[in-house]
């Protein structure tokens, strides 16, 4: 009969973070290196590196990895992350460490020797509900990464976003601003003159919400210049991959399941991740259903979808959970 309590016998390691995600990948530097590689893992991941090597057309496409909550689907693909983009040693240190496939070692060392990848990291999807919602939140997010990397590495090139050239518009004297903005006082609450629309269009965190707003009125006013189309977007990435020294841009997307909803763009999405089979551009989402899930809510052919990506099915191995538990807990010290 067993007597006393766990906690007399076993403690648990004061450092533990029971869920991995942005904040606590930013403030524990090394924690991603507690990450088991499995089978699971090295399967994602070598249909990242092959997707990235585009060696043949079937390879070069976007990846959908779904499963289950508590698998560490977003520890894993911060893995991958940092695998693309931390200093080489800190890369070696971990692949020796946790002994991953020395195949999948080789490859990512040729990757990385030939070719530089921004590695761009968005969570959460339940507010897109337009094209223009949804190719505004990827430009912008890419926007940041791309302005970071090139503020650290000092080849800083201006590549503008359509939020950028909404502010050099803005003072397009065709246009009567203040006329649209009173025509429109329920789609634009926040503000009441173009000056207004100025400061809004400055905030450090702009809010795109507005700006997806504002483009809507502009286009049921009739103005279409300002209209955000799949293939602007495309022409954006095509010279920003041309004018700097970044060669593929992985757009990582975790928590993408509230993005589903009946009325989602899906054909938007579709377009977005096909941009793969013409440009170095690779769509990563995350989710915890597999897509048939919503093929009851969703009008669309959810398999013409399905077909554009890499499908993957993540799931933890028994022998991995326990790895983890021998990482977490140890004996109490006998007093």
């Known amino acids: 009969m067993f007597e006393g309590k766990y906690a007399d016998y076993l403690q648990i390691d004061k450092d533990f973070v029971a869920v991995f995600n942005e904040e606590v990948d930013r403030e524990y530097k090394d924690l991603w290196k507690t990450f088991i590689p499995h089978e699971k893992f090295e399967e994602v991941f070598e249909k990242v590196i092959k997707a990235l090597e585009r060696a043949n057309k079937d390879d070069a496409k976007s990846i959908w990895i779904y499963g289950p909550y508590g698998t560490g689907k977003t520890h894993a693909i911060f893995v991958i992350k940092h695998l693309l983009e931390d200093d080489i040693g800190e890369v070696e240190d971990y692949t020796k460490r946790r002994n991953l496939s020395s195949n999948l070692v080789k490859k990512l060392q040729a990757l990385r020797e030939r070719e530089k990848i921004l590695v761009v990291f968005k969570s959460g999807s339940g507010y897109i509900r337009t094209?223009?919602?949804?190719l505004l939140e990827i430009q912008e997010?890419?926007?940041k990464y791309y302005k970071d990397y090139c503020n650290e590495s000092g080849s800083y090139k201006p590549n503008k976003t359509e939020i950028e050239l909404l502010r050099e518009r803005i003072d397009d004297k065709v246009i009567n601003w203040n006329m649209l903005i009173e025509?429109?006082?329920a789609d634009l609450k926040e503000v009441s003159c173009?000056?207004?629309?100025?400061?809004?269009?400055?905030e450090e965190d702009i809010d795109l919400d507005f700006v997806e707003r504002l483009l809507n009125v502009l286009e049921k006013e009739g103005i279409t210049i300002f209209r955000f189309s799949i293939e602007k977007f495309k022409d954006w990435i095509r010279e920003l991959s041309e004018r700097s020294s970044i060669d593929k841009i992985l757009f990582i997307w975790d928590e993408f399941s509230e993005f589903f909803k009946p009325g989602a763009p899906l054909d938007?999405?579709?377009?977005?991740?096909?941009?793969?089979q013409?440009?170095?551009?690779?769509?990563?989402?995350?989710?915890h259903r597999h897509l048939e899930h919503w093929a009851k809510t969703l009008t669309e052919d959810v398999q013409k979808l399905k077909?554009?990506?890499h499908y993957i099915h993540y799931t933890m191995e028994p022998v991995t959970i326990y790895k983890l538990i021998s990482n977490v807990f140890y004996p109490t010290e006998k007093k």
């Open 194 to 202: 173009v000056e207004e629309i100025k400061m809004k269009l400055n």
């Open 278 to 287: 013409e440009l170095p551009f690779y769509l990563l989402i995350v989710t």
């Open 307 to 309: 077909d554009r990506f």
């Open 183 to 185: 025509k429109n006082r």
């Open 268 to 276: 938007i999405l579709q377009e977005v991740a096909h941009i793969t």
């Open 141 to 143: 997010t890419i926007y």
């Open 131 to 134: 094209p223009e919602r949804l």
